[in-house]
Nanobody, 120 residues
């Protein structure tokens, strides 16, 4: 598939946890790095976290460091974003994409995303 497929988003109270799942797009092999991004209402797209698809080396964005982790299941071809201690400012549409590790920008197309809404 050329587009990613994300799931797991829903309404959650502040302080709660969610785990998002992503099937990476088929062209991920071009970068070997899968990133999670989010875009909140009225905000620019933000790189959240990502990992090297082969080696598992993870990178967590400063705004979520200590609360979010990223992992993968190669057998299932899934990438996860575990989000703990959620805050209202984490409300956003989350999606995954093949990513340029140096610039932390998406490469190619991505999917519909999954909506996370955190209530205060």
């Amino acid at each position: 598939q050329e587009q990613s497929a994300e799931s797991g988003g829903r309404l959650v109270q502040a302080g709660g946890s969610l785990r998002l799942s992503c099937v990476p797009p088929g062209h991920t092999f071009r970068t070997n790095f899968v990133g999670w991004f989010r875009q909140g209402p009225g905000k620019e797209r933000e790189f959240v976290a990502g990992l090297n698809w082969r080696g598992g080396l993870a990178y967590i964005g400063d705004s979520v460091k200590g609360r979010f982790t990223v992992s993968r299941d190669n057998d299932k071809n899934l990438v996860y974003l575990q989000m703990n201690n959620l805050k209202p400012e984490d409300t956003a549409l989350y999606y995954c994409a093949a990513t340029d590790f140096r610039t932390k920008t998406p490469v190619g197309s991505w999917g519909q995303g999954t909506q996370v809404t955190v209530s205060s």
